[in-house]
């Protein structure tokens, strides 16, 4: 096991988890998926992995977050969950000059319901991961891109070397303990080089932000150790835009801000907004509502965190808010009366504009032949006093009863061409429909 004078300072990014060597040498028989899922589980319960036993992840988010896309095979989920709960984890640290072996399960708890998994560290192995002796830094993003466990086994034994170059030496049976590579047919090391140390670094050198290069040791004609020199990938440039922060528009928004603002831990923020993103601004806002008018007692981030992880009602009352429907369905009805009037107004405008334009427009002839129409219609009683030479009614009642009926006649239906022409003309384009 590596021990204290091995230690190399790495400071973690966004979406890398922190893990304990000791962590990452004893569970090199996970699978690929469950080697993921361990380091995703960790990643979203760090920040509050001394503070808390039970940590929670939507299935949909755990998912996505392994590149995994078989999110309703929960069956599959839970016999993940089963062997990391049965997989031990073995410390050996040095503590006042003595070697000391602990031993523990990678998971004591684990559940899924109703889309939701729910998990558990013991006490002293959440402690060890928080504050390790030893860090790897590990990103997400890097690790979905593997397709191969015994690749990305090896990557997470030599990232933490990336600051000296070298991962020194390891006995054969030491590296294939780390490696879950002890069944038998690997006892012939060109097995073991052409099944697992090979496929593994041309994987890790393609994918992943480091590059390996492998270096044996012989006793005789036999190999009896291995040592991988570990150096920047350079493609690492071409890499990191596909290696991006998976929750980058969280991030950016004014909710994860304003909670981080309070002091809430990044990826529990991201946690709760990807849970349910309206409880979390509510929550908020009235919690910066009390604030100010200083009303409340100790931390706005332990108040926040109180009231966003209890049942607690925040905001309005389901009355309230059916209340505020109510009100805002009644301004809508009358916004939507109000406009439907007005545009009843402005089709009268166009309609009126259009008859009178036809009224000017005609000529005495035509002007006849409408007159009489207009007696073939109501009979010679309704024009009395109608001049033929002049074309005209001498009586005013009869005149307005002629005009109402032309303008009635000349009346046509609106054609939506033309009528949004005169909208735009009139000024009334940014009218809706």
């Known amino acids: 096991m590596a021990k204290k004078e091995l230690q190399v300072a790495l400071t973690p990014q966004k979406e890398q988890v922190r893990k304990h060597v ?62 990391l709960a049965s997989t031990t984890i073995e410390f050996n640290m040095m503590e006042d000059g003595k070697d000391v072996w602990r031993v523990m399960s990678m ?68 590296f294939r303990r780390i490696m879950g590579a002890e069944a038998g047919l690997y006892d012939d090391f060109r097995r073991l080089n052409e099944r697992v140390i090979r496929p593994s670094i041309k994987e890790i050198n393609r994918v992943s932000d480091i590059q390996l290069e492998p270096e044996f040791q012989r006793q005789g004609r036999k ?64 919690v910066e509502a009390k604030a100010k008018k200083k009303q409340v007692k100790g931390t706005t981030a332990g108040y926040i965190r109180t009231l966003y992880e209890s049942d607690a009602v925040v905001g309005k009352t389901p009355f309230e808010a059916k209340k505020e429907q109510e009100i805002q369905a009644k301004i809508e009805a009358e916004q939507r009366e109000a406009q439907e009037k007005r545009r009843a107004e402005i089709e009268a405008e166009y309609v009126r504009e259009r008859i009178n334009k036809a009224v000017t427009g005609l000529s005495l002839d035509d002007k006849r032949a409408w007159i009489q129409r207009y007696i073939d219609e109501l009979g ?17 009642l009869e005149r307005l009863h002629f005009s109402a009926w032309l303008r009635k006649q000349l009346a046509s239906k609106i054609k939506p061409a033309e009528f949004k022409a005169w909208l735009k003309e009139k000024g009334y384009a940014a009218m809706k429909d």
Request: charged content about 30%.
């Open 22 to 83: 000791a962590a990452i040498h004893t569970s090199g028989e996970l699978s690929l998926l469950e080697r993921k899922m361990a380091n995703v589980l960790l990643l979203n319960a760090y920040d509050s992995l001394v503070t808390r036993r039970t940590h929670m992840l939507p299935v949909k988010h755990l998912c996505a977050m392994l590149g995994w896309d078989e999110s309703n095979n929960i069956e599959r989920l839970q016999d993940v969950l089963r062997k």
């Open 107 to 174: 998971l004591s708890y684990g559940e899924i319901r109703e889309g939701t998994c729910t998990y558990r560290y013991d006490e002293y192995l959440a402690e060890r991961l928080y504050d390790p002796e030893i860090y790897a830094t590990i990103n997400i993003g890097v690790q979905r891109r593997f397709e191969g466990g015994y690749a990305l086994t090896l990557y997470e034994n030599c990232l933490r070397y990336k600051a000296i170059g070298s991962t020194g030496w390891w006995e054969l049976s030491r």
């Open 223 to 286: 190999v009896s150790a291995v040592r991988f020199l570990v150096t920047e990938n350079p493609q690492q440039t071409l890499l990191k835009p596909m290696i991006k922060d998976d929750h980058a528009a969280v991030r950016e928004s004014q909710i994860f801000k304003r909670l981080v603002d309070h002091g809430i831990g990044e990826r529990l923020a991201i946690l709760w907004i990807l849970q349910d993103e309206e409880r979390a601004r509510q929550v908020v806002e009235y």
């Open 380 to 396: 010679a009683e309704k024009a009395k006093s109608y001049q033929a030479e002049t074309v005209e009614f001498r009586d005013r």
